[in-house]
């Protein structure tokens, strides 16, 4: 019986494969909008971060704050925003209004 030798990069390469590894790069704080609610309806980020509102409803949302307005977002749309200075952030969404949040920076 013939032996067939695999080469060490491709072992090493289905090894790694598909194990949750995390990327260098840091996942922003999310959002998300489904059932008429922002989920989490309170996030608390640091200084000079960007929050990602996701669309995962199955209608046209908003995230309508005092200094930010994602203007409308489609379903499956998404919305990015930077808070540079600590402070608290209440947002609504216009076509919902009781659809409400709040970005904690500190």
């Given at each position: ?12 390469a ?9 990327s260098?790069k ?8 489904k ?5 989490p309806?309170?996030?608390?980020i640091?200084?000079?971060e960007?929050?990602?509102?996701t669309n995962n409803d199955?209608?046209?949302h ?11 977002i ?11 200075k ?6 609504s969404?216009k ?6 949040g ?5």
């Amino acid at each position: 019986m013939k032996r067939r030798m695999v080469p060490l990069f491709v072992l090493l390469a289905l090894l790694g494969a598909d194990k949750g590894e995390k990327s260098d790069k840091p996942e922003k704080p999310a959002v998300s909008i489904k059932n008429l609610e922002y989920s989490p309806n309170s996030i608390t980020i640091k200084p000079g971060e960007t929050v990602v509102w996701t669309n995962n409803d199955d209608r046209d949302h908003t995230v309508t704050g005092k200094d930010f307005n994602s203007g409308t977002i489609s379903v499956g749309g998404t919305f990015q925003h930077a808070f540079p200075k600590a402070g608290t952030y209440p947002y609504s969404c216009k076509y919902h209004p009781r659809m409400k949040g709040t970005v904690v920076v500190k």
